[in-house]
T-cell receptor, first 116, second 112 residues
């Protein structure tokens, strides 16, 4: 069972470069999320999507754009990477909507991004 | 401001010991609380989800309890094994803030 698949696993960028992180889930989930994980700060929500074509900003959306292409795929784009965006990025999905008591999250294995 | 705190940050126990991991939260109007496991270099795996109307959940050797009035959740691991070594994170969805807030985790090492 694939679950949530993220690509790439590792990426090194120079300041100002752009890139797109890809995420796909095969569980037919409605909700999809992008998080970043930084030491000592826990996971923080970047963007959320409740369904195809809808996206909402999370706690730290600045510098990022997202696209919910279809029910399976949710991509995260860095238009002009900055050193402050060095982090581990996780995609997640859930059958339930955000804020539902039944909101159980399934995570991908992450992308380790370094911006020099 | 909603906060989720996990103490201790690290814990080392001998194999076979029963142990308790702690999670405290400031927003008593939570919708749910989840416990996750994270292995080095990997994503998070959901272990247990306790909805706000529930008091505990069990899965195998794991038992999680929720006490909203005191702002605490505990994860009990019975008969610990070296394979249980990982970072354990809790996260609660606050009704007052409408956010899912993660703790920074407890790094557990189970010594053979």
């Amino acid at each position: 069972n694939a679950g949530v698949t993220q690509t790439p696993k590792f990426q090194v960028l120079k300041t100002g470069q752009s890139m797109t992180l890809q995420c796909a889930q095969d569980m037919n989930h409605n909700s999809m999320y992008w998080y970043r994980q930084d030491p000592g700060m826990g996971l923080r929500l970047i963007y959320y999507s409740a369904s195809e074509g809808t996206t909402d900003k999370g706690e730290v959306p600045n510098g990022y754009n997202v696209s919910r292409l279809n029910k399976r795929e949710f991509s995260l784009r860095l238009e002009s990477a900055a050193p402050s965006q060095t982090s581990v990025y996780f995609c997640a999905s859930s059958e339930a909507l955000r804020g539902s008591p039944r909101e159980k999250l399934f995570f991908g294995s992450g992308t380790q991004l370094s911006v020099l | 401001k909603q906060e989720v705190t996990q103490i201790p940050a690290a814990l080392s126990v001998p194999e076979g010991e029963n142990l308790v991991l702690n999670c405290s939260f400031t927003d008593s109007a939570i919708y749910n609380l989840q416990w996750f496991r994270q292995d080095p270099g990997k994503g998070l795996t959901s272990l247990l989800l306790i909805q706000s109307s529930q008091r505990e959940q069990t899965s195998g050797r794991l038992n999680a309890s929720l006490d909203k009035s005191s702002g605490r959740s505990t994860l009990y691991i019975a008969a610990s094994q070296p394979g249980d070594s990982a970072t354990y994170l809790c996260a609660s969805y606050g009704g007052a803030t409408n956010k899912l807030i993660f703790g920074t985790g407890t790094l557990l090492a189970v010594q053979p």
